[in-house]
């Protein structure tokens, strides 16, 4: 009797915590980006390695303290992500209180904010550049120029395209009909090149900036 019982119940339900496939696809495409950037810090130590002096005396026209504020202003920009992030996770587009309470954030103000420091990291690097160009540091001035603007300029241009997945993000949320785990996903994939964004810079300020 209670083995036909036994075998009448039916099996119990599994449930198979998958990866998100996209969020796979952003890490497998972000490891490729790593081995890009890999090869630039190559270029860089390479040309250094050959001509250390030049790389010593050039470097000197570098503004460390601007440079360090910009770096600031960048890596302050990944925690104000990250909390739209997990405002995106609680499925909270909005905020719930004044603009002044943003502990009652929503995704979109904190991306917002994200994207406006952002924009002024993309400023600040633009001003340092016509800066330098003043002072005769050109891409074609010398080999530090050269691989100097070819690697803050490749970041930068990440950077822009960082700039733009939050405005897709953000027109995204605010056409949605309604806020569910799609939008949530597309929010928590562009964290992850965000925050991949802003760590490849961290290094390039410590070799470009610090190691001199």
């Known amino acids: 009797m209670s083995t036909a019982t036994a075998a009448s119940r039916p099996a119990p339900h599994v449930t198979v915590n998958r ?3 996209v969020s796979v696809g952003t890490i497998v495409w972000l490891a490729s980006e790593l081995m890009f950037f890999a090869g630039l810090f190559a ?3 390479t040309i250094r390695q050959a001509v250390p002096e030049e790389f010593a005396l050039q470097s000197e ?3 460390l303290a601007f440079a360090f504020a910009n770096t600031t202003v960048l890596v302050l920009s990944s925690v104000t992500c990250q909390m739209g992030v997990w405002a995106a996770e609680r499925l909270q587009p909005q905020r719930t209180g004044s603009l002044l309470q943003f502990w009652r954030w929503g995704m979109n103000e904190w991306i917002t904010l994200t ?3 952002g924009a002024i990291f993309i400023g600040g690097q633009i001003f340092e550049y016509a800066e330098l160009v003043h002072e005769g540091l050109t891409i074609s001035s010398s080999p530090y120029g050269s691989v100097f603007y070819l690697t ?3 970041h930068g241009l990440h950077v822009v395209g960082g700039l733009l ?3 897709f993000l953000l ?3 605010f056409t949605a009909k309604r806020f569910t785990q799609h939008e949530e996903t597309t929010a928590i994939v562009t964290s992850y090149y965000w925050h ?3 760590v490849v810079w961290i290094a390039l300020f410590a070799v470009i900036y610090l190691v001199r």
């Open 19 to 21: 990866p998100n496939p």
């Open 43 to 45: 270029m860089y130590f």
């Open 61 to 63: 026209k570098l503004n």
């Open 115 to 117: 994207y406006v420091m």
């Open 152 to 154: 803050t300029g490749f």
């Open 165 to 167: 997945a939050f405005l």
């Open 171 to 173: 027109g995204r949320s």
């Open 196 to 198: 991949f964004v802003d």
